[in-house]
């Protein structure tokens, strides 16, 4: 079974400043990590997702992610917020054998101040 | 290409009261996933079909909670009775197939039940 934990449920940042939300995971076999966003009265939008390869993926946004095995983290940066990305941001974890069940963090509420 | 539909979008009930949800997911997704989104949590998995069969359905609570695929397209979950601790969003996704390799689940707005 897996698990993730984000370690911050509000993260307020100034506009144009930037940030990074964090993300630590637990499995015992090879997962897949992803990167949602959930603007107010929406679903999930897929951010990014990391599957294997290169340790920093690009995604939507302007946003990344870096895929660090040894400290289990996959946390979410942007180097300059803008009024726009304030959301939920949830990071998700399945494992690779095919069934996609997607297990999600508590979430963190990104606020950006004007 | 159209996305997820839910619908209702909003959902007021009593407890004990009945209620059924909707999903009709992108055309030629075989995965569809109902999920339970509970204020301030996040998404929580309640049943996952393969085209009309079910792959998971380990955290239902299949004393009141119910869901079937039609021919493997639309969804239905239902609730019977409502208890007060039900009141969440309740997300439909779809994905491609089990098989491809961490392919994305695209999810509907959701419906948001309140049981009073």
């Known amino acids: 079974a897996q698990s993730v934990t984000q370690l911050d449920s509000q993260v307020p940042v100034f506009e144009e400043a930037p940030v990074e939300l964090r993300c630590n995971y637990s499995s015992s076999v090879s997962v897949y990590l992803f990167w949602y966003v959930q603007y107010p009265n929406q679903g999930l939008q897929l951010l990014l997702k990391y599957l294997s390869g290169s340790t920093l993926v690009k995604g939507i946004n302007g946003f990344e992610a870096e895929f660090n095995k040894s400290q289990t983290s996959f946390h979410l940066r942007k180097p300059s917020v803008h009024i726009s990305d304030t959301a939920e941001y949830f990071c998700?974890?399945?494992?690779?054998?095919?069934?996609?069940?997607?297990?999600f963090g508590t979430g963190t509420r990104l606020t950006i101040i004007p | 290409e159209a996305g997820v539909a839910q619908s209702p979008r909003y959902k007021i009930i009593e407890k004990r009261q009945s209620v059924a949800f909707w999903c009709n997911p992108i055309s030629g997704h075989a995965t569809l996933y109902w999920y339970q989104q509970i204020l301030g949590q996040g998404p929580k998995l309640l049943i996952q079909f393969q085209n009309n069969g079910v792959v998971d359905d380990s955290q239902l609570p299949k004393d009141r909670f119910s869901a079937e695929r039609l021919k493997g397209v639309d969804s239905t979950l239902k609730i019977q009775p409502a208890k007060l601790e039900d009141s969440a969003v309740y997300l439909c996704?779809?994905?491609?197939?089990?098989?491809?390799?961490?392919?994305?689940?695209?999810f509907g707005q959701g419906t948001r039940l309140t049981v009073v």
């Open positions: 996704a779809s994905s491609v197939s089990g098989t491809s390799m961490g392919a994305e689940a695209f």
């Open positions: 998700a974890v399945s494992d690779n054998f095919g069934n996609e069940k997607l297990t």
